[in-house]
């Protein structure tokens, strides 16, 4: 079946450094792979999408490459603020079975301190 | 847009009773999706609705656990005799043709 596995976290970073967060899928067909963003006490946002090989999706100076050959699509940012912390999930979405449910990955708490 | 609502944004209730919750989607989205997520995890699919019907169900949907969507617009949630394992948060989404699902607040069931 699908999956979805994503660097466990906590990840602490001070304010402008540089974030990467690494996800890697495995899935039939061609699926979509998302960034969703869940901020304390509030519900998933969509934070960037990839449709297919090789597009990249980006969002907020957030970015993500779909790598169809090392099955990944990993989250950066070049300067993260206080305002980035959150919890960041890796999902994908399979449109083969025509219902796209999505899988996500456990999920990778970011703190941005001052 | 005013998108995704749920209804309660948090239910405490006793072991053995029932629950019900609300999702209102986005007006013009025909697929209406419910997942379930707890602590430290990610959203795991519980079950979809195109428009009225209900078109697939996930093992964790267990029979204590039961949703419609009359008339496909919102859908409710309901879990009969609940237990411990069922605190979560409950999540709605909802899409249109796009792959993008748009997701609500969720819900914050808490089983005591």
């Known amino acids: 079946g699908n999956s979805v596995t994503q660097m466990e976290g906590p990840v602490t970073l001070s304010e402008e450094a540089f974030l990467t967060i690494n996800c890697t899928y495995t899935?039939?067909?061609?699926?979509?792979l998302f960034w969703y963003v869940q901020y304390p006490g509030e519900g998933l946002q969509l934070l960037l999408k990839?449709?297919?090989?090789?597009d990249k999706g980006s969002n907020k100076g957030f970015e993500a490459t779909y790598r169809k050959e090392t099955t990944s699509f990993h989250l950066e940012k070049g300067s993260v603020q206080v305002s980035d912390s959150a919890v960041y999930f890796c999902?994908?979405?399979?449109?083969?079975?025509?219902?796209?449910?999505?899988?996500f990955g456990t999920g990778t708490k970011l703190q941005v301190i001052p | 847009d005013t998108g995704v609502s749920q209804d309660p944004r948090h239910k405490i209730t006793k072991r053995g009773q029932n629950v019900t919750f609300r999702c209102d989607p986005i007006?013009?989205?025909?697929?209406l999706y419910w997942y379930r997520q707890t602590l430290g995890q990610g959203p795991e699919f519980l079950t979809y609705?195109?428009?009225?019907?209900?078109?697939?169900k996930s093992r964790l949907l267990s029979d204590r656990f039961s949703a419609e969507r009359p008339k496909g617009s919102f859908s409710t949630l309901e879990i009969q005799r609940t237990e411990q394992g069922d605190s979560a948060m409950y999540l709605c989404?909802?899409?249109?043709?796009?792959?993008?699902?748009?997701f609500g607040p969720g819900t914050r069931l808490t089983v005591l």
């Open positions: 609705f195109q428009n009225e019907a209900q078109l697939e």
């Open positions: 989404a909802s899409k249109d043709s796009t792959d993008t699902q748009y």
């Open positions: 999902a994908l979405s399979d449109g083969s079975g025509g219902y796209q449910k999505v899988t």
């Open positions: 007006s013009e989205h025909n697929r």
């Open positions: 899935a039939t067909g061609y699926p979509s």
């Open positions: 990839a449709t297919k090989a090789d």
